[in-house]
């Protein structure tokens, strides 16, 4: 039975995609890699594809943080901070739930995210919801999908 976790996208079904892995035994993130090489120039923000898609229980997320490393030893951060991967995301039907890392260029120097390289890091939770919250609608995709 399918509770959480990560699947391939077709789009990257033959290119040798690795699913996500904790590093540790109790490590609470996911180390996600990048699908395919990236090069990103001095102040550049570009979105990093993982080839990925998660699936999870109604009441959960799976938030996407920045690898501490990130910053020091590669000039990059993500850059809105806290990637919220909502659970309607999953077979969405404008991108099939494709999870992107949105880095930006903190150095001055052009850099290389490779293929297989961690980029960040995933982290299962459970969200709370207000009293009388009756959201309703299906998530047809991502970044603004839902408008401004
Ligand atoms: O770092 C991120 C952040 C979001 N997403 C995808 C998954 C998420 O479910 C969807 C929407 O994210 P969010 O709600 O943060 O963006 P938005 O600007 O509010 O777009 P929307 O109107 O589609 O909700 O975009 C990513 O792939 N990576
Ligand atoms: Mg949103």
Do not use: C, W
């Amino acid at each position: 039975m399918k509770i959480r976790g990560f699947e391939v996208i077709s789009a990257f079904a033959d290119k040798n995609i690795n699913l996500p892995e904790r590093s540790t035994e109790h490590s609470a993130g996911y180390d996600i890699e990048a699908s395919e090489n990236t090069v990103l120039k001095p102040g550049e923000i570009k979105l990093i594809p993982t080839g990925l898609k998660a699936y999870m229980q109604a009441g959960e997320v799976l938030y996407l943080f920045d690898r501490s490393s990130n910053p020091r030893k590669k000039g990059l951060v993500l850059i809105n901070s806290v990637g919220v991967i909502d659970g309607d995301y999953y077979n969405n039907p404008s991108n099939e739930g494709a999870i992107f890392a949105q880095m930006k260029n903190i150095s001055d120097e052009d850099v290389l995210v490779e293929k297989g390289e961690r980029v960040v890091q995933g982290v299962f939770m459970p969200f709370l919801v207000a009293d009388g919250d009756n959201a309703q609608g299906e998530r047809t995709g991502g970044f603004g999908s839902t408008g401004k």
